[in-house]
């Protein structure tokens, strides 16, 4: 019989989605939320931390300004987060202070997380919220990105969170039961996927791209958000929210859901920051045997196996490195920017002191600060 990773995982990342926390669209579920409340409240108790992020900002904002649907409009959408955040967070304290447990909202964008600097405050002070027992309560900061700059979806916010704590189950609850082999609305052949390897091309298949009116993640951004979390070890678990008490009966070892198993080595602290930048500033293409020594012997990269560099960046920036077929093959931090990697390429290390006019270094980058993504 299966059994949840909830049972063995001491910290925990929860995600609950629109639909679940507004009704639906109809207003903030306090109900939900009150339930959500005591059953974290009985996983702390089980010894387990616990991060919640949640959306739902957008819609009850639409609700409170008296709007008929969700805007399209850049501004008049972040206007509806920050007066919808406010319902969101004071119904989550309301709800947690009656077991005696603190909240904090935390409001993170994706340059939080890219820069490495904010990224290990966001992190220290996250840890530092759950040894005093205070239930994080984290969303996208809405008001200040745009589309370009945005994590875009909590789906994979909540995996990006996942990465940063550590967490060993991102548990994603939706409206739905989890993961069919097709829309089950659609095709009375669907069948429900109770466990699969996380990062398995297949389900992104399975998952199609239905995405509700209320939210922004449908099923494939939580596939994605599980490939991403299981990088860094951490299982996914896509479950319904509406599940009668779904986290303790997990917690209690019950399989409930989709269980999206990581067979991932957990990665290093510097790894899963290189892996979590989501839009790196450029990409260099390699030869088929620089390729080969990255993926095989898990070498540094020299300039002599570039074939050709696309972007702008500096050093000291995460950017791609691809093979011949636009395959992402591995990720890391540059010595090199991308105009000294224009006169370097496929040059050997003696040379490169020549054409940058000083001493560097002789990898483009360091194995040390290169992580496998194929
Ligand atoms: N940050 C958005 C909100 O709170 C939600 C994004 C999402 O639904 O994934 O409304």
């Known amino acids: 019989m299966l059994q949840s990773a ?7 990342v929860v995600k609950v989605g629109s639909a679940l926390v507004t009704n639906d669209g ?4 306090y109900e939900a939320i009150a339930l959500w409340a005591k059953q974290i409240a009985q996983l702390q108790k089980q010894a387990k931390e616990v991060v919640l992020v949640s959306s739902g900002a957008v819609a009850e904002g639409v609700l409170r300004l008296g709007w008929e649907k969700r805007p399209t409009r850049l501004s008049a959408l972040q206007a509806a987060a920050a007066v919808g955040q406010m319902g969101l967070v004071q119904a989550y304290e309301t709800q947690f202070s009656k077991h005696g447990i603190g909240t904090a909202q935390i409001l993170l964008t994706h340059a939080d997380l890219t820069d490495r600097e904010r990224y290990l405050n966001a992190k220290e002070t996250l840890l530092e919220l ?3 027992g205070v239930v994080p309560i984290i969303n996208e900061n809405d008001t200040v990105v745009t589309d370009e700059i945005k994590v875009g979806d909590n789906d994979t916010l909540g995996a990006l969170v996942a990465n940063l704590v550590q967490a060993d189950a991102l548990v994603i609850l939706t409206d739905q039961k989890g993961l069919y082999t097709a829309d089950p609305r659609k095709d009375p052949e669907a069948k429900f996927v109770p466990e699969a390897t996380a990062g398995d091309p297949i389900l992104e298949t399975m998952a199609g791209g239905a995405a509700s009116t209320l939210s922004k993640g449908g099923m494939i951004t939580k596939i994605l958000a599980a490939k991403r979390a299981a990088r860094s070890g951490a299982t996914t678990i896509i479950a319904s929210g509406r599940e009668p008490d779904v986290l303790v009966r997990m917690g209690g070892g019950e399989h409930i859901g989709t269980q999206l198993i990581s067979r991932h080595a957990p990665l290093h602290a510097r790894e899963k920051w290189i892996v979590d930048q989501l839009r790196s500033k450029g990409r260099v293409v390699l030869d088929a045997g620089a390729t080969d020594a990255l993926l ?8 002599v196996g570039v074939k050709a560099v696309e972007g702008e960046f500096v050093r000291g920036e995460v950017i791609g490195c691809f093979n011949e077929s636009g395959q992402e093959i591995a990720r890391g931090l540059t010595n090199y920017s991308s105009s000294e990697i224009r006169l370097i390429k496929g040059r050997h290390t003696n040379e490169l002191a020549a054409f940058v006019g000083y001493e560097g270094h002789p990898e483009l980058i360091h194995r040390d600060n290169l992580v496998i993504m194929a």
């Open 26 to 29: 109809r207003g903030l579920d």
């Open 130 to 132: 759950l040894r005093l």
């Open 296 to 303: 095989k012997q898990k070498t540094s990269l020299l300039p």
């Open 6 to 12: 909830l049972l063995t995982a001491k910290r925990v």
